[in-house]
């Protein structure tokens, strides 16, 4: 089974991305949907967070998004804490996705996509056969992260400025889908490169 990891910035539209490919046959595992899922509820990966950032970051049994958010994202240091975060959780999401793809592997699948924001900080690239940078001018950005999330302009800002940018994801992926029109137009950059990869 062939790996395609598709990665890009907050905002970017990479469900987006992934419904077009679900379309195709090919089935994703959604990275910050694994993370969601891990600190939904009582365990190791909760467990860290609480002792990083304190035991107010969980509220019954499950992460207290917003508020962790309002610590991670605020400065000073946000750089520092953003790296002190990804680095309790990102063993965790490995491991389930690892389990998540080997269903994929038993059901005989061809293809799966890894979507994760953070598909190099992570080393989840290294699992992949190619990689896909989904990018989109930064206005339309904080626009769809305002509307997605019902976050103001300030929070959708940092939460970009956190993240590598467009240009540093293109120089380190194999394809590049720009996203700043509608879904037809979409839709036909990704059966564009799943052709060249499907060879």
């Known amino acids: 089974m062939k790996i395609i990891g598709l990665c890009g910035g907050s905002g970017s539209g990479k469900g987006a991305v992934c419904a077009v490919f679900n379309t195709l046959g090919i089935p994703s595992v959604d990275a910050d949907s694994v993370y969601h899922n891990i600190t939904s509820h009582t365990g190791p990966c909760l467990d860290e967070i609480a002792l990083e950032f304190g035991a107010e970051c969980v509220k019954q049994g499950a992460l ?8 991670v ?5 946000v750089e520092k804490k953003t790296a002190r975060l990804n680095s309790i959780t990102h063993k ?31 080393g989840i690239n290294s699992l992949c056969d190619y990689t896909v940078a989904v990018v989109a001018d930064v206005e339309l950005r904080i626009e769809r992260i305002m509307r997605r999330d019902g976050i103001d302009r300030v929070l959708a800002e940092r939460r970009i400025a956190a993240q590598k940018s467009d240009s540093e994801l293109i120089l380190l992926s194999d394809f590049v889908i720009e996203n700043n029109g509608d879904m037809s137009e979409l839709a036909f950059r990704v059966k564009e490169i799943f052709e060249k990869i499907n060879v």
Do not use: H
Request: glycine share 4%; aromatic share 14%; net charge negative.
């Open 73 to 77: 994202f605020t400065p000073p240091d």
């Open 92 to 122: 965790y999401v490995i491991a389930r996705i690892l389990e998540i793809l080997k269903g994929y592997r038993d059901e005989g699948r061809k293809y799966a996509i890894i979507d994760a924001p953070l598909l190099f900080e992570s």
């Open 64 to 71: 207290d998004r917003a508020y962790l958010r309002d610590i």
